[in-house]
């Protein structure tokens, strides 16, 4: 999908700034992303892992000259301060969710890739999915149309962007993702959950799904509905908008391939990667 003209997402994610004298040392040693090396005014992908090694958070991180911003999405900043609080133990941190209203812009606005410009009362920054543009902006609501839900969704869908608690969960590991390229930094020291991923990348990645698109000819079936190959369950379909769906599904299954979810006929689609 193309868009010409920016419209506002029908909700917002959650901003929640990290500040003090230890704050990016803190966040440094928790956080898949290098932040350490980052210069003010810019902006990385990241997740926050269990010390398991598996998904918690995806976010995007907003390097301030001495604070910290992390981006998640709409209903996850208060989990998010709660994660990173227990782990605040003899360190000059302050943890403060942004109060301010916050708009998402899905499509052109403006302003670079990759950076930030403002401050904690009003910014704007780039929180581009990998083939959709995106601005995070502070302040005044933005004199724009807003998006319908399904509508927001196909553009989610196609950019193959997945949601926590929706198309993956504590469970599901970042290999299986498409986002590790773009989020984990491999050259730095230790993070939270860093031994499970380290592993895979050094066995070549192997993991036992792959977050795939489903692509139909019509409306997509619901949400739910078990995807197979020849008969034999290979994933469940776990978001769905006009044309396309997206869901987890058993390695082996390869872009390209013809799939049944439920009893319609779909194609399987890799998510697109930066």
Not at 10 to 24: M, Q
Not at 36 to 56: A, F, H, I
Not at 101 to 118: A, Q
Not at 208 to 222: K, Y
């Amino acid at each position: 999908m193309s868009l010409t003209e920016p419209h506002l997402a029908p909700s917002s994610p959650e901003l929640v700034w990290f500040g003090g004298s230890d704050a990016i040392r803190f966040l440094n040693d928790l956080v898949s992303q290098e932040i350490g090396d980052m210069e003010p005014g810019t902006v990385r992908r990241s997740l926050l892992l269990t010390p398991q090694g598996k998904l918690d958070h995806i976010m995007w991180v907003l390097r301030g000259a001495d604070d910290i911003g992390l981006v998640v999405d709409a209903g996850r900043g208060e989990d998010l301060v709660a994660k990173l609080g227990r782990y605040r133990i003899r360190v000059d941190v302050d943890i403060e969710p942004s109060p301010l209203e916050r708009w998402l812009v899905v499509g052109p606005f403006g302003g670079d890739p990759g950076r930030w410009t403002g401050d904690r009362s009003a910014l704007v920054a780039d929180v581009s999915w990998s083939n959709v543009e995106r601005a995070l902006v502070v302040g005044s609501r933005p004199d724009l149309p807003l998006f319908d839900v399904d509508h927001y969704e196909k553009f989610r869908i196609e950019a193959g962007e997945p949601l926590m608690g929706v198309d993956v969960t504590d469970a599901t590991i970042p290999q299986e993702t498409g986002l590790v390229g773009e989020t984990i930094s491999f050259d730095k020291g230790c993070f939270l959950g860093q031994e499970l991923v380290a592993r895979l990348d050094s066995r070549g990645g192997r993991v036992n799904h792959h977050l795939r698109i489903l692509r139909f000819d019509g409306s997509a079936p619901e949400v739910g509905e078990p995807v197979s190959k020849e008969d034999e369950h290979i994933g469940t379909m776990t978001s769905s908008a006009g044309d396309v769906g997206l869901g987890l599904l058993r390695r082996g299954i390869e872009p390209g391939e013809i799939v049944k979810v439920g009893r319609v006929q779909g194609v399987v689609e890799a998510v697109p990667e930066d």
